[in-house]
């Protein structure tokens, strides 16, 4: 039994019912008829290489995908996919190095669209002390590492309410981006057990900064308490398809006492 690709009018409709635009719309925002577009989507109307990015950029699809829908027609990829430790990539990794390591001594990773470990600072070493190394074997995935039951789970003290950020979070992801892999981890991480003596899930009404933001809350090996506020730097107007992927976690304080734990850490694997 074969299955048939789908043809470039099938992607144009998946992507814009995804983003939840009428043809109408989608049409007025190309510069375009709405018939045009109905004879695109429904095959009757062969587009141009450019009307395709035109289309694409509109629905706001991921490189990736942009570059799927010019092989559906039949024409040559426009976005490049070059890997991290490529000699184009030199320069831009060496952003990204410098960007981690002036964030010491707070801990900052980079990771790809499916949440694999590229790059790291110093600090982040320290999070990790203790976790079964069979987590740690690269590639290794960040989320699995951080919610599995071998790897930093029983260490958050606050579980129940970060498992439901990240869940949250690669559901938005996946909603994105279309990428049945991230929907496959989803469904793994969602399987993992809920670490025993786990606290309940406080409500974001009283739950700690006023539900505000969702802090990482992580017990050290040697018992101290870490609370970090994490955010996500990603490159502005990528052309290749493995920088538009990337995204940088960095973690901050959120009180004195998590500041100078990260101080003394830094101080003793620099001594």
Do not use: C
């Not at 969602?190 to 606290?199: D, L």
């Not at 101290?224 to 290749?240: C, E, K």
């Amino acid at each position: 039994m074969t299955t048939s690709s789908p043809t470039p009018g099938q992607l144009l409709k998946e992507w814009r019912q995804r983003r939840r635009l009428s043809q109408l719309a989608l049409a007025a925002e190309a510069d375009i008829s709405q018939r045009h577009l109905s004879f695109v989507e429904s095959g009757r109307a062969t587009p141009s290489r450019e009307m395709l990015l035109r289309l694409a950029e509109q629905l706001g699809a991921p490189l990736r995908e942009r570059n799927r829908l010019l092989l559906a027609a039949g024409y040559a990829p426009a976005f490049g996919e070059r890997g991290i430790d490529a000699p184009e990539f030199e320069t831009i990794r060496g952003v990204i190095e410098r960007l981690l390591a002036s964030h010491a001594p707070y801990p900052a990773l980079a990771v790809d669209r499916h949440w694999h470990l590229l790059l790291a600072n110093r600090p982040l070493g320290a999070m990790l002390d203790g976790i079964d190394a069979e987590l740690l074997k690269p590639p290794f995935n960040v989320l699995r590492l951080t919610l599995h039951p071998r790897g930093l789970a029983p260490r958050i003290r606050n579980f129940r309410e970060w498992r439901a950020h990240i869940l949250e979070r690669l559901a938005r992801q996946a909603e994105t981006t279309a990428d049945p892999a991230l929907i496959e981890l989803a469904e793994e991480l969602k399987g993992y057990p809920i670490p025993a003596g786990a606290r309940p899930h406080l409500a974001r009404a009283t739950s700690t900064h006023g539900g505000i933001v969702v802090p990482l809350e992580l017990t050290m090996p040697d018992g101290r308490v870490l609370s970090l506020l994490s955010t996500t730097t990603v490159f502005g107007t990528p052309l290749d398809i493995t920088l538009e992927e990337l995204a940088i976690e960095s973690f901050f304080p959120t009180d004195a006492a998590t500041q100078e734990v990260l101080q003394q850490l830094a101080a003793a694997s620099s001594g």
